[in-house]
């Protein structure tokens, strides 16, 4: 049996989604029950906790053969991370207490980056969950390609995406959430000792330009891609209801400058198989 938190997001339900297509036992863990009334339906055991109670925590993870844990994204952190930090004191007690068989984190490129910004949150992940006592992966995924979720509508509407990535040439690592559920289940199934880092991205790096491209496919209209100007983030986010946008900012940044990437350069990233266009297609259709 595997323990599966995230399965009301994304990449915990792409995770599962796999696994029980193995035919492998899944166990929900999930903060709201409600929700998973329809992994219920699929014969997965549900487990509620919170990822800041120990106790819960424990009940979930023990008596898994492995555990795949999606860190709840914090778009918005307080100066320092205190929030990740306090989470993550919290989930060592628990993997240590209940000792799984083995546990697989969602990482993302550039955790390693020494520049401060918001994905520093995953470094801090790695580097603390890395000193359990049992055998420890973590899967570097690249930027997710159903981000452009956001842009389906102005792609729609006006024919323009507005482009946080410049410039609109400048191809950056992507992947399909459905690329990292297959290969997060398949880590699950294999056996190391340690510590493990697999970084993944799609067979081509994708640019802003690209994107627009796939939505002018998809949508059979022409669709360009416009630059929000770096001068107008901080007013922009902090309008959108942000308090502390400078993590974010200088996330962007990273990918614009190309000091966020893979540790292992493209070389040595796994490759996912879903195009850029299939991505967009189906963002699409499911709008």
Do not use: Y
Not at 241 to 248: A, D, L, S, T, V
Not at 274 to 280: D, M, V
């Amino acid at each position: 049996m595997f323990a599966v938190t995230g399965m009301t997001g994304q990449v915990g339900a792409a995770v599962a989604d796999h696994l029980l297509k193995d035919g492998a036992e899944v166990r929900a863990v999930v903060r709201n029950p409600e929700k998973a009334a329809g992994w219920k339906e699929r014969d997965c055991e549900i487990a509620v906790a919170d990822m800041n109670d120990a106790i819960s925590l424990t009940s979930a993870f023990r008596g898994a053969e492995g555990v795949f844990l999606v860190i709840p994204p914090l778009f918005d952190p307080t100066p320092g991370f205190p929030e990740v930090k306090g989470m993550l004191a919290t989930l060592k007690t628990a993997l240590e207490a209940a000792r799984p068989e083995k546990l697989v984190c969602l990482s993302t490129v550039g955790a390693q980056a020494k520049q401060p910004n918001l994905l520093s949150q995953l470094g801090i992940v790695e580097k603390e969950l890395s000193t359990l006592s049992i055998p420890v992966a973590f899967l570097r995924a690249a930027w997710f390609m159903e981000n452009a979720a956001w842009d389906v509508a102005p792609a729609r509407e006006s024919g323009i995406i507005p482009s946080f990535l410049q410039p609109l040439d400048r191809t950056v690592p992507m992947i399909a959430v459905d690329d990292i559920g297959a290969l997060g289940a398949k880590m699950l199934r294999e056996d190391w000792q340690g510590v493990r880092v697999e970084e993944l991205e799609a067979r081509e790096r994708v640019s802003p330009a690209m994107i627009a491209a796939a939505f002018a496919k998809a949508l059979g209209k022409p669709v360009s891609a416009q630059i929000v100007p770096r001068k107008n983030w901080e007013e922009l986010f902090r309008t959108q209801g942000m308090k502390n946008p400078e993590p974010r900012m200088r996330m962007l940044d990273g990918f614009n400058e190309g000091w966020i990437d893979f540790e292992g350069g493209r070389e040595k990233s796994l490759k996912g198989t879903t195009t850029i266009e299939t991505a967009i297609r189906r963002l699409v259709i499911g709008a």
